[in-house]
């Protein structure tokens, strides 16, 4: 049977928990290189491990995960301009044995020209749910943006002004605005008038996660990450 009929088939969504990251894909994707590891483990050639909601179960780095589910998808590697993990990189691609991706990892193919950058963004959600509460309802939300533009930065805070936010440095030069505590409407609205404003701004949205994790025996808490990217001119100093 050849990858078009695979393609064809094996389209369902699969829900992977890595290392308490969750993503969903379809099994043509996880096949799309049938000798590697994942390739082998959804042709039942190797045996699974579900989570307790009945995902697959990969105990490996949940955020690198992301590239390589991301090569999986397009069949080139792309990273950020900043990336500084490419050797934990090469060891999760060794493990999923997808040899394409090693053979990117070792021989490296610059994104951009020289005198081009990569410029990034990070957008989070946290959200507070009740365990207890049918419907589950929403305790307390929060959004937070996290960049090196710190042109962007002050752009937000001129034109979200109503919002209450707080700034605070990070490391590598980064800084994050975070907005909040707010209630689950005004996170929908906010997030969505960020967005807009973000990518009104030249970004696009490169890759979106989610991270469920329980804090509290009442509480259980749930991250949404987009990321989003766009390229700029070196300037000379």
């Known amino acids: 049977m050849d990858n078009g009929d695979w393609g064809h088939r094996m389209s369902s969504p699969v829900t992977l928990n890595v290392g308490g990251h969750m993503y969903t894909t379809s099994l043509s994707t ?22 307790s909601k009945g995902n697959y179960f990969i105990d490996r780095d949940g955020t690198l995960f992301r590239y390589i589910l991301n090569f999986l998808r397009t069949s080139e590697l792309t990273l950020p301009a900043d990336f500084t993990e490419t050797d934990l990189l090469r ?13 990117c990892l070792h021989d490296p193919k610059p ?9 990034v963004v990070e957008l989070s959600s946290t959200r507070k749910l009740s365990k207890y509460s049918n419907p589950v309802a929403v305790i307390i939300t929060q959004l937070t ?16 002004t109503k919002w209450s936010k707080h700034m605070m440095d990070t490391r590598d030069c980064q800084v994050s605005f975070t907005f909040g505590p707010c209630d689950y409407h005004q996170e929908i609205s906010l997030r969505v008038h960020l967005m807009d404003y973000i990518m009104k701004q ?3 949205i490169r890759n979106t996660r989610v ?10 808490t749930v991250e949404h990450h987009w990321t989003f990217c766009r390229p700029a001119r070196k300037v000379e100093d």
């Open 111 to 119: 994104l951009y020209p020289p005198d081009i950058f990569e410029q």
């Open 211 to 220: 991270h469920h994790m329980s804090e509290r025996a009442n509480e259980n």
């Open 145 to 160: 943006i996290t960049t090196k533009v710190h042109g962007l930065l002050e752009g937000i805070s001129n034109n979200f």
């Open 30 to 51: 996880l096949q799309r290189y049938p000798d590697s590891m994942l390739g082998a483990m959804f042709r039942g050639d190797f045996p699974t491990t579900r989570d």
């Open 202 to 204: 030249g970004f696009t």
């Open 91 to 103: 060891k999760e691609a060794d493990f999923y044995q997808i040899e394409p991706l090693i053979h």
